[in-house]
């Protein structure tokens, strides 16, 4: 088994390496978000996304593409130490760092098989959506129910009494 760290590439490393998973006829399946904090709802949306196919690639935000989404103190973990946490899950084949405010761009480089969502959005509202469709990439809305969450998890210790 590799290294978490070994499993983060760079765009051009990625395409490399999923055009060899591609010509053995495996099945690509991309999945994104901001990872910060990782939960137990990250974890069932990978496994699911993981599901879809035989390679799975997780999009992680930049520092500079979740802080317009998450909010000026977010994200908690930076970039790398957040790409490694989610390399080191099983479900997780490679990961890759991106700093556009959605995947359109990744997904055309990559080229997955699927796109999969979280249960936060339904196929018509992934805003990727129409790019997916252009380039015949299927879209699969995969995970648990959105009971999870980062800014949820960090309320609470926010009001845990200090000692």
């Known amino acids: 088994m590799r290294a978490a760290a070994e ?10 390496r999923l055009a060899e998973h591609r010509r053995r006829g495996q099945r690509i399946v991309f999945a994104n978000g901001c990872f910060d904090m ?13 599901r879809e196919g035989d390679v799975l690639v997780v ?3 930049s520092d500079a593409s979740a802080r317009p989404l998450k909010g000026p103190n977010r994200p908690v973990l930076p970039e790398m130490a957040r790409a490694e946490l989610v390399a ?8 890759v760092i991106f700093s556009e405010p959605n995947v359109e761009a990744l ?5 997955p098989d699927v796109h999969a969502k979280g249960t936060d ?3 018509e509202t992934v805003p990727e959506r129409e790019t997916a469709a252009r380039l015949g990439v299927r ?12 800014r949820d998890l960090l309320e609470k210790i926010r009001k845990v009494p200090h000692a």
């Open 59 to 61: 999009g992680v935000n």
């Open 7 to 16: 499993k983060i590439l760079s765009r051009d490393e990625l395409a490399a």
């Open 107 to 111: 997904l055309a480089a990559l080229r």
């Open 38 to 50: 990782l939960h137990v709802g990250h974890v069932r949306y990978l496994e699911g996304a993981r």
């Open 139 to 150: 879209v699969a809305i995969v995970g648990d129910p959105k009971e999870h969450s980062t």
């Open 121 to 123: 959005y339904t196929e």
């Open 88 to 95: 080191a899950l099983r479900a997780v084949d490679y990961v």
